[in-house]
Nanobody
């Protein structure tokens, strides 16, 4: 089993920055890709970004490309989401996810929630205008 705990959410003004962290514990050696998703009130959960096991491959939603950066530190079992130039439409609960099934990173499949086996509890990000 793997446990994921997100942190770093909060309230920020438009144009500001936040850095989310997701710490993994348990059988972390079984984790391949990791991803970030978000869900705003009344909306479906949507893909934000994903990173391969090595950190060498990434994928981003068009809405965050150029503003958000995903990275991971395998020594610390942690994945990060650096969010810059935040907009009010970025307001959502952000969830971290881990894939223990797919050994090869596929940037298209990484956008699909069903690709992932473990999920964190989420952290709230609120961006004021």
């Amino acid at each position: 089993q793997v446990q994921l705990v997100e942190s770093g959410g909060g309230l920020v003004q438009a144009g500001g920055s936040l850095r989310l962290s997701c710490a993994a514990s348990g059988r972390t050696s079984s984790i391949y890709a990791m991803g970030w998703f978000r869900q705003a009130p009344g909306k479906e959960r949507e893909f934000v970004a994903a990173v391969s096991r090595s950190g060498g491959s990434t994928a981003y939603a068009d809405s965050v490309k150029g503003r958000f950066t995903i990275s991971r530190d395998n020594a610390k079992n942690t994945v990060y989401l650096q969010m810059n130039s935040l907009k009010p439409e970025d307001t959502a609960v952000y969830y971290c996810a881990a894939d223990k099934t797919h050994t090869i990173f596929n940037p298209w499949n990484s956008r699909i929630p069903l690709t992932y086996d473990y999920w964190g509890q989420g952290t709230q990000v609120s961006v004021s205008s």
